[in-house]
Every structure is written in structure tokens, then in C-alpha cells.
């Protein structure tokens, strides 16, 4: 069964950093492209980031470009976010996602909640 | 960017009758990059459909995805209590992964 478990949430001031892992188990995780993908509170789904599995293409969406980095530990099957300069808007639940083309998004952790607040 | 726009906004709907949701693109997209999610209050959305019309493992087969060019629908054939969810699309294309506001379908 597949588990992906996010860590690392929680209050940040605007301004600050915070450091998200997702732990990974029950399949090839060095395999698939994995994602972050943010859900503001009581609001739609945002993609955040992706990175593929060899580490070496990442993307990310405009609003956390020169921000947000993405990268992978494929040899303890774990994903992270380093988020800095963080805003008011980047208040949501960060889910850890993976996918073995790419396009879609297949299985979703739990989240963390990440909010940023003075 | 393409801008994925869902219909209606809420769907109001009983047990056993046919859900219709719409989702428009703003422009062509690639069917095999169009997939539907289902998300419950509380809980990590899940994955129904990728490619248009392909159903991920586990899902019953009331659902089902048609569509191509710039309108895609998602069809839940005979609505189960447990369908009552909010139901998002989501298009992926040069490294842009793009959803849409969401479809709640509620209880009438």
C-alpha cells in the first residue's frame, strides 16, 4: 500500500522559512515524478512544484518561483519544500503527490497545514 | 496558460440519479493529460479518471470521463451517499499542471 506522509507544517511568520518532508513507502518512489500541491483553507487545489525523478527537472508555479526549492533523497524515499519569503497567500495545506507519467496526480498524502500568520 | 472552468458550481442532487459535470478549456487540450479528482471535507483528494476517460484502480465504474478538444465531462452514472464530494479537473501541458475550481455535488 502506498503511504506518503508530509511533516513539517505548521506556524511560520510572514517572512520566514519552513522546511516540508513527505515520507514515501509502497512503491518505486526513485521512479516517479513526485509534486506539491497546496490547498487554501476552504478553497481549490493549486499546483505548487514538481521535480522528476532523477532530481534533475523541476518546475514551479509563478507565484513561489525564487522561493520555493523542490528536491528529492532517493535513497530514504523522501520528497521536501524548502519555503522562504513566505506570504499571508501561501497559508493551505501542502500535499505531498506522486505520479509515474508526470501529468496527473496519483496518490496524495494526508497534508500539512502551513500557515503564515503575524 | 490554459484556464480550466467547471459547471456548474454546485450540483444539487438526490441518491440514485445521474450527475453531469462540465469542465472548458480555454483553449485545445491534450485528452491524455485531462484527469478528474474527487475530494471529501477533511480529506486528501483522489484520483477518478486520468486520459479522459481511464479509471484509476479502485473506482467503480458509475464513473466515467468523455471529451476531447476544450470540453471534457465527468459523468457519475447513479449517485451513491458516499459520491457526495466536491470534483475538481485538472489538465497537465509544457510543464504547467492547471485545475478547476471545482464542482461541489450536495445532497438535495
Redesign the interface.
Known sequence: EIHLVESGGGLVQPGGSLRLSCSASGFGFPTYVMHWVRQPPGKGLEFVSSLSSNAYTTSYTDSVKGRFTISRDNSQNTLYLQMSSLRLEDTAVYYCVNSRTGRYFESWGQGTLVTVSS | EIVLTQSPGTLSLSPGERATLSCRASQSVTS??F?W?Q?KPGQ????LI?GTSTR?AGIPDRFSGSGSGTDFTLTISRLDPEDFAVY?C?H?GN????????TKVEIK
Open positions: 491524455s493529460s484527469a479528482y475530494q486528501a483528494p483522489r484520483l486520468y484509476a475538481y485538472q497537465y510543464s504547467l499542471w492547471t485545475f478547476g475550481q471545482g
